[in-house]
């Protein structure tokens, strides 16, 4: 854990270089690979930084983040402008509410907190399709895109671990 | 003066609170960009100039990234090519020799179909120009399923053009740009596909959830759809052409039917955009305006309903056919009347009539 003294924590650290990060392994997935007929999985990285930048401190700044990640996924994918960041919002939401009770819990609870709020996200993300498309998606895809992204854990608790302490006005 | 020394320096609001007013305001934005999202409607319009740059600065990076893999898949075709080549050898052979008899049989029926086209005197399409691009982007998620490749405007690219690979129907053009074009693909949930079951012309529309198989709503007729038929585009509405293959129909474990897609059993790295836009295209315009109308010849009510008809020229023997008969003697005349002539009653009369003027002897009056 690095810790930065009494200096405030820049936000571009902690913001900026995820979200970059974010696009970049999106467009990485997004290759058109296919070995023996199987292609690449597709998960919403974007769910790291919303699990993630709640945890480490409320902040006015990260929900912006989130909508400018999520407008980049809508328009990247080609899906309805607005979707993802709506979603991901969600999201974000969900965990300042809740970090209080998240907060000091062992790594595969918080792994079940973070699936729990990435299945919470995508049943958002189901309705929002729903009442922007007036169809229902197909329920099997949405489970997949879930699994693929709940594993993405691990980046989530590294960005949490690397943030928690790094500013020493939220101690 | 600094801000903390001021009057305000020790007003301090909750984070949390500024946190949760920093999130409903750009919840709010994403409802109002989400308000504003006019995808569905797949009109070039809605399809602005934020996605059309992204789209062209993403080309080259996801280009970029997809030439590994696609050196990649290369190599592996390479190795495997080099492995198996007996076996392959074999089957090819196998597969030849059915071929033999498809490409004798293909060769009957054009033919034959050659000829019934003259018969009838129809008119063909005209074929479809075509533009091949690579796809070096793809997304398969729940709620979208498109694609980007790498031609775009310059090459007489627009929205709406279908877009096939080798095996049949990928989608359609959603978007296009300098050099670029997005696709969206059949199992898009925006996407509604006209289509028809070959076997039987029974219409349905192909509707994207999301998933690898797109269903068949809006199926009519009564059983019309069985196991394993082929399900081609029915070019109603003019979207894409009649007759594009499509898919085979299977039953899916919700009771729906749905479409394995043909472009599937292959990967989508190529694909050939159609340049279709609609009908009008495939007809020969300076046909269509020419300037000389054909006449307009109606008849005449006074004659033809009040009048008495013309008397018809009798045959050289009299027969004991009845009035309506004897006005419809006339060789034309009594062709259209055929049913109604009554049988007569005497022998055949030994005028040299043609055959199609007297009623058939077995045939009874309708």
Redesign the interface.
Known sequence: MSMSGGRALNPVRWLGVPMALCMLAT??F??????WGL??P?P?FAMVPAFAWAMI????????G??VL???L??????????W??SL?VA??MV?ILRNAMTGQSRPMMWAWFAGVTGITMIA??L??ML???????L???F??FLVTALLFPFAHRLVDRFEDADVRFR | MPFREGPLGDLKVPLTWTAAVALIVAAVIAVAFLLADRRETLQEQAYGVTRQTVDVVSRPVSGAIAAPGRWTGLGLDFVRSYFFTASENRRLKTELAEMRQWRDRALDLQDQNERFKSLLGLRTDPPIPMASARVVADSRGPFANTRLADAGSERGIEVGNPVLNERGLVGRVVGVAGGVSRVLLLTDIASRTPVMIDRTNARAILTGDGGPNPKLEYLRGVDPIQQGDRVVTSGDGGVVPRGLPVGAAVKGLDGRWRVVLFADQSSIDYIRILLFKDFAQLADEKQLEAKTLPPVTTEDPQTSILSTPSPAPKPAVTTTATPPAATTATPPAATQAKPAAPKPAAPKPAAPKPATATPAPTGAPR
Not at chain 1, 30 to 35: D, M, Y
Not at chain 1, 74 to 81: E, K, L, Q, V
Request: aromatic share 14%; no cysteine; glycine share 10%.
């Open positions: 467009v990485l997004a290759a058109p690979i296919r070995i292609q690449l597709e919403v401190r409320p902040s006015i700044l990260a929900p912006f989130l909508l999520g407008l980049f809508d328009i990247f994918w080609g899906g309805p402008t607005g979707l960041g709506l919002l974000y939401a300042l993300g189901f929002f399709t922007d498309s007036l169809a229902m998606p197909s099997l895809a949405v997949w895109q």
